[in-house]
């Protein structure tokens, strides 16, 4: 949940966000976090970065099922 939201906490508009919409929001936050790093190449612990992520206090790794990617493209980072 976006800190500028804390105050909505426990409420049924919270539980619906937490079902539906966090894990979208986050894995796309996350995705652009890695591509600050990988394409433009920041530092993880930059301005760029934490720019991204500092609202939700998340950090720019990604949990994979199965075996780990060869190379960045396997990650979806081909865009900018």
Same mark, same amino acid.
């Given at each position: !949940? +976006?800190?500028?939201?804390?105050?909505? !906490?426990? /409420?049924?508009?919270? @539980?619906?966000?937490? $079902?539906?919409?966090?894990?979208?929001? $986050? *894995?796309?936050? =996350?995705? /652009?976090?890695?591509? @600050?790093?990988?394409? $433009?190449? /920041?530092?993880?612990?930059?301005?760029? %970065?934490?720019?991204?992520?500092?609202?939700?206090?998340? %950090? +720019?790794?990604? %949990? *994979?099922?199965?075996?780990?990617?060869? *190379? @960045? #493209?396997? =990650?979806?980072? #081909?865009? =900018?």
């Amino acid at each position: !949940m +976006p800190k500028t939201k804390l105050d909505r !906490m426990g /409420q049924r508009w919270d @539980i619906d966000f937490r $079902l539906k919409e966090v894990r979208q929001y $986050l *894995s796309e936050k =996350v995705q /652009q976090a890695r591509r @600050i790093v990988y394409k $433009l190449g /920041q530092a993880v612990a930059g301005t760029g %970065v934490d720019g991204v992520l500092k609202s939700t206090s998340s %950090v +720019p790794t990604i %949990v *994979s099922e199965g075996s780990s990617p060869k *190379s @960045i #493209n396997d =990650v979806g980072l #081909n865009t =900018v």
